[in-house]
Nanobody, 126 residues
Framework: QAQLAESGGGLVQPGGSLRLSCAAS????????IGWFRQAPGKERSAVSC????????YYVDSVKGRFTISRDSNKNVVYLELNSLKPEDTAVYYC???????????????????WGQGTQVTVSS
């Protein structure tokens, strides 16, 4: 099964941008739908976005639509999450997870994903 590692987080001012990476080892990501989730202090892990491997369909929760973009680079075995127009409420640890099926399905449930990485901290503050 794929092992995932997130990177790219940091401190950014409101309105700024970051690009997060989810790199896989041990298996190709082509067999998995990949979801991005985030967890703020004292809150549960919640879905942000998902990309399927079957047809490249992408999904976003309402709070990030139009601001975040998920993409996949099959050659590098990496999934990216581009974060734009960042807001203080986007502050959280961001995780990627692999769902052992090619479509996202009910992607908002962390329970359906596995192989979580260690997460990468995103802090939006002036």
């Amino acid at each position: 099964q794929a092992q995932l590692a997130e990177s790219g987080g940091g401190l950014v001012q409101p309105g700024g941008s970051l690009r997060l990476s989810c790199a896989a080892s041990g298996d190709t990501l082509e067999s998995y739908a990949i979801g991005w989730f985030r967890q703020a202090p004292g809150k549960e892990r919640s879905a942000v976005s998902c990309i399927s491997s079957s047809d490249g369909s992408t999904y976003y929760v309402d709070s990030v639509k139009g601001r975040f973009t998920i993409s996949r680079d099959s050659n590098k075995n990496v999934v990216y999450l581009e974060l734009n127009s960042l807001k203080p409420e986007d502050t959280a640890v961001y995780y990627c997870g692999a769902r052992p099926r090619p479509d996202c399905g009910s992607y908002t449930y962390p329970l359906f994903f596995a192989s979580w990485g260690q997460g990468t901290q995103v802090t939006v503050s002036s």
